[in-house]
């Protein structure tokens, strides 16, 4: 199928879409009219003020909002996917300095004992189990690199 036959299938299809859309339109209208009727109403005005005064404010041109009852709150269940804060308490963090002492890897831990990464690295630091950084100087800026 050529590119100008696409856009002439295109046209084609709108132009069928417009025409639903026209008779959805008038079938809405002739809906609507019938509704009084349907209802035992001789007149559309009457139709109107029935509705008014179903609606709250009868004649006065703006209808009462009637609210909805609010449902009970029902308790969240957490999101799949979406992980709840494990509650660190000192048996989980005997436990994470028993494994770092037996010499596993923070990521190990971590995924045994079911806590993030930090919350391990957090629990080595408070413990003196971390290295503290060396006090090196930094490395000389490109500007100021020896000449060969």
Do not use: C, H, W
Not at 62 to 87: Q, Y
Not at 132 to 137: H, L
């Amino acid at each position: 199928m050529s590119f100008t036959d696409q856009i002439a299938e295109l046209a084609k299809a709108k132009a069928k879409i417009a025409q639903a859309e026209a008779k959805l339109a008038s079938d809405r209208v002739s809906a609507l009219a019938k509704l009084p009727a349907e209802y035992g109403y001789s007149n559309l005005n009457e139709f109107i003020k029935a509705l008014k005064a179903a609606a709250g404010k009868a004649g006065k041109g703006k209808a009462k909002k009637v609210k909805a009852a609010k449902p009970a709150k029902a308790a969240k269940a957490p999101k799949a996917g979406k992980r709840t804060r494990a509650k660190i308490t000192p048996e989980l963090k005997q436990q994470v300095i028993t494994a770092v002492q037996s010499g596993q890897s923070g990521a190990e831990i971590a995924a045994a004992l079911g806590i993030s990464l930090p919350s391990v690295q957090n629990i080595k630091k408070e413990a003196g189990l971390v290295k503290a950084r060396s006090a090196a100087a930094p490395a000389p800026a490109a500007s100021e690199a020896p000449v060969l």
